[in-house]
């Protein structure tokens, strides 16, 4: 069975880089089947992909075009965990940040519980 | 990449059948067979329902069914019970631009059982 256990801050600052953690148990963030994603749910955006990454003998990482200028998504092999780095931040950024998993092509058949983010001085 | 299109809302008594529409384009929804619904109760995580237009995955009960039909895919619920009232959401893989793949959720249906 596959958990995923998500960290980090609350609250962020405008123009800092809001940075979340996402430990994976029950799989491996290096399998060669899944991929692991970051998803964030907003009243006035809904939910919004992010971006992912997975690993097919290399590393790949695919991000949404909203943010891909200011997103960072990395594995950590080494603790079985991956991790969003989201720069510049701004109060439209304030959402619930999802970390997620599955098949590649199966859709997201793992969530983390989710962690409520919010930008504010 | 713009969301995919469902309808606000939608209804249905106990016992009844539901369908609710996810509307897309050829670049999405019509152009590949990875479509996807999730369930979200409130103040839960999404859960997946439905996956590659139409695969239940392991416990989710046979009631759920996917289907799709050029650009618009359909989650149809039958025999609606009191637990299904819900949010529901599509998704779809979205192609590439520069080598980047790219995936789209819908903008979410609030299902009320009467």
């Known amino acids: 069975q596959v958990q995923l256990q998500q960290s980090g801050p609350g609250l962020v600052k405008p123009s800092q880089t809001l940075s979340l953690t996402c430990a994976i148990s029950?799989?491996?963030?290096?399998?060669?089947?899944?991929?692991w994603n970051w998803i964030r749910q907003s009243p006035s955006r809904g939910l919004e992909w992010l971006g992912r990454t997975y690993y097919r003998s290399k590393w790949y990482n695919d991000y949404a075009v909203s943010v891909r200028s200011r997103v960072t998504i990395n594995p950590d092999t080494s603790k079985n965990q991956f991790s969003l780095q989201l720069n510049s931040v701004t109060p439209e950024d304030t959402a619930v940040y999802y970390c997620?998993?599955?098949?590649?092509?199966?859709?997201?058949?793992?969530w983390g519980q989710g962690t409520l983010v919010t930008v504010s001085s | 990449q713009s969301a995919l299109t469902q309808p606000p809302s939608a209804s249905g008594s106990p016992g009844q059948s539901v369908t609710i529409s996810c509307t897309g384009t050829s670049s999405d929804v019509g152009g590949y067979n990875r479509v996807s619904w999730y369930q979200q109760h409130p103040d839960k995580a999404p859960k997946l329902i439905i996956s590659?237009?139409?695969k239940r995955p392991s416990g989710v009960p046979d009631r759920f069914s996917g289907s799709k039909s050029g650009n618009t895919a359909s989650l149809t619920v039958s025999g609606l019970q009191a637990e299904d009232e819900a949010d529901y959401y599509c998704?779809?893989?979205?192609?590439?631009?520069?080598?980047?793949?790219?995936?789209?959720f819908g903008g979410g249906t609030k299902l009320t059982v009467l």
């Open positions: 997620a998993g599955g098949l590649m092509t199966m859709g997201f058949g793992y």
């Open positions: 029950g799989d491996s963030v290096s399998s060669n089947s899944a991929a």
């Open positions: 590659e237009v139409s």
């Open positions: 998704a779809s893989y979205a192609g590439t631009d520069a080598g980047n793949h790219n995936l789209v």
